[in-house]
């Protein structure tokens, strides 16, 4: 499945709450972003407030709009937004990937992975 990687910026004065309120998201969110195609997803922070989102997705613009089309996104973007910079939690902006170790050893014809104990 593809991954899209995105960053926003969180308000640095407001990392401390941003991180509790994601340690327990709302159930009923949690179900709209499965329901809506998002696998895997993942939000890591940075101490100056870089967000980088990964995410499995077949396609973000049809998972992030089925996901704005339910009724408890609302509510959780909107109890959100003072936490970014942009104020509204806009900005997303995803990244292109550049280097795929698994693809390039891959096309080499060599395992992803190295056996225990092996140096090369």
Sequence with gaps: MPRAVFT??????RLAEYRE???????????ALRDAGWHDYRLYLRDDGLL???VETDDLT???????????????EASMAPFFVTGDGSGKAELSLVFDLDAQLTAL???TTAAPGDPS
């Design 109 to 111: 014809g060599e395992p």
């Design 21 to 31: 309120r994601h340690a327990a998201v709302w159930p009923d969110m949690l179900r």
């Design 8 to 13: 926003l910026q969180v308000r640095p004065d």
């Design 62 to 76: 049809a998972a992030q709009a089925a996901v704005d089309a339910t009724e408890v996104s609302a509510r959780w």
């Design 52 to 54: 980088v989102g990964v």
